[in-house]
């Protein structure tokens, strides 16, 4: 991203999706797919993290640039195809049910120079939200962005950019995990016991996902929680959650909790054995990526300060090296 900046030109979500991928291999495994042009959902990529004992986390994912034009800030979240009345947002929901999964966006946001303009008046700790750590490669639940565009409309960027967590940090085991304070009480037992204690791997994945959903759905006046229980998902880890909707378009809970299973699904193990997926999958999506022993502990002593980005996925022994340095700026 900065070196395209650098060159005076944006990047393109495909470049940096790629670099970001071939960077952080073979931490990361994935694989991609020449996929239907036509295909409304064919630039999106599934990501999985698969622990060691097979407990798995999967995200329908879309690659977006936070866009700076002039003073404004943006995301297009809601751009629509000519022809076609529904929005790439509302499409990107929908389309995450296909493989009962939540849908996600990565965001590419640059360095803090090229968001030395970006205002938000919300707090992070004692950080700008502009100048945040390692939130150059960010990740937001779709629902975020739902309730961005419905709230903020044109600056729903900024919003969104605010909610993003950077992808490093979503399954960090060095990062405190605070107990998520669920709007309704009586919550069955595993379900509550996710909410409240600390996750490790794909659990924690979800749970870092959910957290901001949660926060929203606590912020809403749409009433008490609902507690009549959702239909439960087959292979599901959570069988027994509320069918809430609170002001989101979807059962929220359902939606961010359904990819969170026992087992890796067998188009996943396909990518980990080397096989091809079967054209149910390999048919709507650009790729897969698979986080394998997503559950590993880190490994890394330090971490880093003073608005460095890197292009590292998780801490690991392998970790691929940074494509380019800040002298001067590593703690
Ligand atoms: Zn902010």
Redesign the pocket.
């Known amino acids: 991203m900065v070196n395209m900046l650098d060159a005076g030109h944006i990047w393109h979500e495909e470049a940096a999706t790629q670099l970001l991928l071939s960077t952080a291999q073979p931490r990361i495994r994935f694989k991609k797919f020449t996929v239907n042009e036509e295909k409304e959902d064919g630039a999106d990529w599934l990501w999985w993290w698969v622990d060691r004992d097979g407990t798995s986390y999967g995200l329908l994912v879309q690659a977006k640039i936070l866009k700076r034009k002039g003073k404004r800030w943006s995301i297009d979240f809601t751009y629509k195809t000519k022809g076609d009345d529904r929005t790439q947002l509302s499409k990107l929901i929908r389309a995450a049910n296909r493989f009962e999964v939540a849908a996600a966006y990565v965001l590419y946001c640059g360095d803090p120079e090229y968001r030395a303009t970006l205002a938000?008046d919300?707090t992070?700790g004692d950080a700008l939200?502009k100048e945040r750590d390692r939130v150059g490669v960010s990740t937001i639940s779709a629902l975020v962005a739902e309730t961005a565009v419905s709230r903020y409309g044109k600056d729903s960027g900024v919003a969104a950019?605010?909610d993003a967590v950077p992808v490093e940090d979503i399954a960090n085991p060095d990062s405190l995990d605070t107990p998520i304070v669920p709007l309704a009480r009586g919550l069955a037992e595993d379900f509550d016991r996710f909410l409240r204690q600390p996750q490790t791997g794909s659990r924690r994945v979800a749970k870092e996902l959910l957290r901001p959903v949660q926060q929203i759905r606590n912020g809403q006046f749409a009433g008490a929680a609902v507690m009549q229980r959702a239909d439960p998902v087959s292979g599901a880890f959570f069988q027994d959650i509320p069918n809430d909707y609170g002001h989101f378009s979807v059962p929220y809970l359902t939606h961010m909790l359904r990819g969170l299973r026992a087992d890796a699904p067998d188009y996943v193990r396909d990518v980990l054995e080397g096989r091809t997926p079967p054209a149910w999958v390999t048919d709507h999506v650009g790729g897969i990526v698979v986080i394998p022993d997503a559950d590993a502990p880190s490994t890394t002593a330090g971490r880093i300060a003073g608005g460095v980005e890197r292009l590292i996925l998780l801490d690991s022994p392998d970790a691929p090296q940074p494509l380019r340095d800040h002298p001067g700026q590593v703690a």
Request: hydrophobic share 15%; aromatic share 16%; glycine share 0%.
């Open positions: 938000c919300r992070h939200c950019f605010h």
